[in-house]
Every structure is written in structure tokens, then in C-alpha cells.
């Protein structure tokens, strides 16, 4: 029997097998980005519960805001086409008043001024408002000094918003404030997209969950939790798919139910080509495997493809590698399927309170937080320390190329939130 020789150690961990080619992140965002459409449907919506729900139809406002021209202050409003030189000004007072809810009937004859106060419609005669703190009155006329601009405490009629203006877009996520701006244009109701089923399933027979008795080489499910928590922080339907074990004819069962209620599925651990790696396996047998490795620290491994019609994103065991491909790649491609179109992760440039040099060839993502206006990093880059994710508050991300920071290098900084 042939003597066995052992193979030369490498260098890298993560030396590329011979053959194998990497994915660059954007060159798998881009795939992504083309071929993922909304599948969520449309239903209506009232206003009143449409919060982080995303539209689904353009909204045109049903009337102008403000409706009408009004008082910006509480004062008395005249024409300033009455007044002659810089003042001082005395004006007689017409009878009455104009309120918020309550407007003046009349017209206020040239030279004349009129009671008025904050958001009441100015009355025919009424383009200009002296301040009540800038004036004196007997109650029969007032005076004021000047000079005094046209228009001044005065809003304008649709100076907001005009009648049948585009006010939001397909796509939006919608804000409390956008609930406001919808009602104040008469806006009661919207067509939105239904909220988007994500499904979450864990692999591997080593796992149990947390409160259970762990027994010699099993681990606490951390991933699932995590995943599902990320889901409903990002206003998804989070659904816990459970736990799969290593058997590839179980996996398979599992996501044909899950195929049936779920809109998307995130999977982790089984996503490489090891021998209990069935999640990339089973997409690579329905021939729905898109990719699988990817130029990125940490998440090399990442198996993305479709199971009965429904997208699959088979993210790295490894709970930091997992969390940083949600991220990364299920983030934008989740918006997508939801109806909120792509989005690009959104970051700023701050100064570094960290020393790195990177080699060419990866996009590399490192735990970090923004201490007295400087960037720090996590002391390990270990996929594995959960720790890092939880003191972390977002990410640094350092190109693909060779990269050398020293301290205040600008690094770019994209906080959790962003995502």
C-alpha cells in the first residue's frame, strides 16, 4: 500500500482552490439586483395603518396644502398696498375676525386691517400680517411701525403641496410622517404591498436551542434568533422555519412546506461544499444554484438560488459571517422582493482609531463603532465571536484592493441602521 504524503500547509485559510474563481460582492449584487422582481402582492390600505407598509401605486394629493392662504402668527392682517413710506403706520380696525375653523365672512376694505389669528384663511383684502407683539391697539385702530415687506406672516395657498402634485412614490417605506403629509392632502386611503413572509431555518445536527441541555459537540441555535429579530427590526414577516438536521432528504421536506407560506427563505450553515453541506448541495441539484463563493471577510460561503419558486439565501453557519451576508446581499434583495425596489447600503467617511494593511482580492467587513467622532474596530476578526456583533453598532468596509490604515485614515462606516 502507497505511503500517504501530506499536503503542504497554506498560507491563507482562505487560499482559492485551483480553478475556482471568487465572486466580487458587487458582481453578485448586480446578479441579484437583475433578477429579483416584487413578488409581494398589492392590497388597499387606510392611511391610518399604513405605517412601514411600502406603497405600491404613486400618491397624488387630493388637495393643496395649506388649502388656502392663512395667517402664519397671530396679528392683524390688512393690505400693503395701503401703506405709505417705512411708517410709523395707523390703521382703523373693521369689526370681526378671522380664526383657524372659523374664517371671515367679509372683505377687508383697503387701508382697514382685521383682527386675525394663526392659521385662520386670509380674507379677500388680506395679504400681509403685522405681528401682535409689534403693534398697539385701542381697539378701534392699530399702529405699528415699519417698514414692513408684502407678505410678510403670510403662507401662501399650495406653497406646500399643490392640488394633484405626486406627494409619494412606488416603493416607499412609509414614516409617520408620511401618515401626516397623506392626511393633511385629504388622503385616506393607499394601495400598498402586502408585508413580505421571510422565512428563517437553521441546519446542522450540532445545534439545540438556548434553554435546552446541550450534550458534548452541540451548540445553541444563534443564528435563527438573530435572523428572525433582523427581519421584524427591517418591518418583515418573520417566520421560524426551526431547525433542520444534517439529512438531505429532511432538508428537502422542509423547504417544500416552507416554500408554500414564505415569500423568501434564509437558511444558514450547509451553504459551502463540504460533505453535511446539503443546503448547497439541494440548490445545486434543483440547478437553481447561482453562487455560492464570494470575495468577502467573513461569509466566503454563500449559496443563493430558488426552491419551488420561491428565493433561497443559504448564509454561512458562522453567526458573524451570517449576520454581515443578511446584510450585505438579503437586505437589498428582500427590498426588492418587498416592492421597495434595490437599495444601496448608505455609509459615511470617518477618521480611523484602528492600524490595518489588507491584501488585494476581498471586501472585507470589520465590527465597529464611532467613538468622540473616530471609527474603532473589534479586536478580532474571528467569524465565530458573537461578542463582536453585539458591541458593534455597524461596519467598516474596506474595498477589494490592497488597503494600509493608520490611525485618522478616512475608513468608510455604514451603522447598522443604514442597512
Same mark, same amino acid.
Given at each position: 500500500?502507497?505511503?500517504?504524503?501530506?499536503?503542504?500547509l497554506? %498560507?491563507?485559510?482562505?487560499a482559492?482552490p485551483?480553478?475556482?474563481?471568487?465572486?466580487?460582492?458587487d458582481?453578485?449584487?448586480?446578479?441579484?439586483?437583475?433578477?429579483?422582481?416584487?413578488?409581494?402582492?398589492?392590497?388597499?390600505?387606510?392611511?391610518?395603518?399604513?405605517?412601514?407598509?411600502?406603497?405600491?401605486?404613486?400618491?397624488?394629493?387630493?388637495?393643496?396644502?395649506?388649502?388656502?392662504? %392663512?395667517?402664519?402668527?397671530?396679528?392683524?392682517?390688512?393690505?400693503?398696498?395701503?401703506?405709505?413710506?417705512?411708517?410709523p403706520? !395707523?390703521?382703523?380696525?373693521?369689526?370681526g375676525?378671522a380664526?383657524?375653523?372659523?374664517?371671515?365672512?367679509?372683505?377687508?376694505?383697503?387701508g382697514?386691517?382685521?383682527?386675525?389669528?394663526?392659521?385662520?384663511?386670509?380674507?379677500?383684502g388680506?395679504?400681509?400680517?403685522?405681528l401682535?407683539?409689534?403693534?398697539n391697539?385701542?381697539?378701534?385702530?392699530?399702529?405699528f411701525?415699519?417698514?414692513?415687506?408684502?407678505?410678510?406672516n403670510?403662507?401662501?395657498?399650495?406653497?406646500d403641496?399643490?392640488?394633484?402634485e405626486?406627494?409619494?412614490?412606488?416603493g416607499?417605506?412609509?414614516?409617520?410622517?408620511?401618515?401626516?403629509?397623506?392626511?393633511?392632502?385629504?388622503?385616506?386611503?393607499?394601495?400598498?404591498?402586502?408585508?413580505?413572509?421571510?422565512g428563517v431555518?437553521?441546519?446542522?445536527?450540532?445545534?439545540?436551542e438556548?434553554?435546552?441541555?446541550?450534550?458534548?459537540? *452541540?451548540?445553541?441555535?444563534? %443564528?435563527?434568533?438573530?435572523?428572525?429579530? *433582523?427581519?421584524?427590526r427591517?418591518?418583515? !414577516?418573520?417566520?421560524?422555519?426551526?431547525?433542520?438536521p444534517d439529512?438531505?432528504?429532511?432538508?428537502?421536506?422542509?423547504?417544500?412546506?416552507?416554500?408554500?407560506?414564505?415569500?423568501?427563505?434564509l437558511t444558514?450553515?450547509?451553504a459551502?461544499?463540504?460533505?453535511?453541506?446539503?443546503?448547497?448541495?439541494?440548490?445545486?441539484?434543483?440547478?437553481?444554484?447561482?453562487?455560492?463563493?464570494?470575495?468577502?471577510?467573513?461569509?466566503?460561503?454563500?449559496?443563493?438560488?430558488?426552491?419551488?419558486g420561491v428565493?433561497v439565501?443559504?448564509?454561512?453557519?458562522?453567526?458573524?459571517?451570517?449576520?454581515?451576508c443578511?446584510?450585505?446581499?438579503?437586505?437589498?434583495?428582500?427590498?426588492?422582493?418587498?416592492?421597495?425596489?434595490?437599495t444601496?447600503?448608505?455609509?459615511?467617511m470617518?477618521p480611523?482609531a484602528?492600524?490595518?494593511?489588507?491584501?488585494?482580492?476581498r471586501r472585507?467587513?470589520?465590527?465597529?463603532?464611532?467613538?468622540?467622532?473616530?471609527?474603532?474596530?473589534?479586536?478580532?476578526e474571528?467569524?465565530?465571536?458573537?461578542?463582536g456583533?453585539?458591541?458593534?453598532?455597524?461596519?467598516?468596509?474596506?474595498?477589494?484592493? %490592497?488597503?494600509?490604515?493608520?490611525?485618522d485614515?478616512?475608513?468608510?462606516?455604514?451603522?447598522?441602521?443604514?442597512?
Amino acid at each position: 500500500m502507497a505511503k500517504l504524503t501530506a499536503p503542504k500547509l497554506t %498560507n491563507d485559510c482562505f487560499a482559492l482552490p485551483a480553478g475556482v474563481d471568487w465572486t466580487p460582492v458587487d458582481t453578485a449584487l448586480s446578479m441579484l439586483r437583475d433578477r429579483l422582481k416584487t413578488v409581494a402582492p398589492e392590497q388597499g390600505c387606510a392611511v391610518s395603518e399604513a405605517c412601514d407598509l411600502i406603497l405600491a401605486r404613486d400618491v397624488v394629493a387630493m388637495r393643496a396644502h395649506p388649502p388656502d392662504a %392663512n395667517s402664519a402668527v397671530d396679528g392683524y392682517g390688512f393690505a400693503h398696498a395701503a401703506l405709505q413710506g417705512d411708517g410709523p403706520y !395707523e390703521l382703523p380696525l373693521v369689526q370681526g375676525r378671522a380664526a383657524a375653523g372659523g374664517p371671515f365672512s367679509g372683505s377687508v376694505p383697503q387701508g382697514s386691517a382685521l383682527r386675525i389669528l394663526t392659521g385662520a384663511a386670509l380674507p379677500a383684502g388680506v395679504d400681509t400680517v403685522v405681528l401682535e407683539e409689534d403693534m398697539n391697539s385701542d381697539g378701534l385702530a392699530i399702529a405699528f411701525n415699519g417698514p414692513i415687506k408684502a407678505g410678510s406672516n403670510a403662507r401662501k395657498g399650495g406653497e406646500d403641496v399643490q392640488r394633484g402634485e405626486t406627494i409619494l412614490h412606488t416603493g416607499r417605506r412609509l414614516t409617520p410622517a408620511d401618515t401626516a403629509l397623506l392626511s393633511a392632502v385629504g388622503v385616506a386611503q393607499v394601495q400598498v404591498f402586502r408585508t413580505l413572509k421571510v422565512g428563517v431555518l437553521s441546519t446542522g445536527d450540532e445545534l439545540v436551542e438556548a434553554g435546552e441541555i446541550a450534550e458534548a459537540g *452541540q451548540i445553541y441555535d444563534a %443564528n435563527r434568533p438573530m435572523l428572525l429579530a *433582523q427581519l421584524r427590526r427591517w418591518g418583515f !414577516e418573520a417566520i421560524d422555519l426551526g431547525k433542520a438536521p444534517d439529512t438531505r432528504v429532511v432538508l428537502s421536506d422542509m423547504l417544500d412546506e416552507a416554500a408554500q407560506s414564505c415569500d423568501a427563505i434564509l437558511t444558514s450553515g450547509g451553504a459551502s461544499a463540504g460533505d453535511e453541506d446539503h443546503m448547497s448541495a439541494l440548490l445545486q441539484e434543483t440547478g437553481s444554484l447561482a453562487m455560492w463563493r464570494i470575495a468577502l471577510k467573513p461569509g466566503r460561503p454563500l449559496a443563493l438560488g430558488m426552491w419551488g419558486g420561491v428565493p433561497v439565501f443559504g448564509l454561512p453557519g458562522n453567526p458573524v459571517a451570517a449576520l454581515v451576508c443578511t446584510l450585505i446581499f438579503a437586505r437589498p434583495a428582500l427590498n426588492a422582493l418587498a416592492g421597495a425596489g434595490w437599495t444601496e447600503r448608505q455609509g459615511f467617511m470617518v477618521p480611523a482609531a484602528f492600524e490595518k494593511r489588507k491584501k488585494a482580492g476581498r471586501r472585507e467587513f470589520l465590527r465597529a463603532r464611532i467613538r468622540e467622532g473616530r471609527v474603532e474596530t473589534f479586536a478580532s476578526e474571528g467569524s465565530g465571536r458573537i461578542s463582536g456583533l453585539s458591541w458593534a453598532e455597524g461596519l467598516v468596509e474596506l474595498p477589494d484592493g %490592497n488597503v494600509e490604515i493608520t490611525q485618522d485614515t478616512l475608513v468608510r462606516y455604514i451603522p447598522y441602521d443604514l442597512f
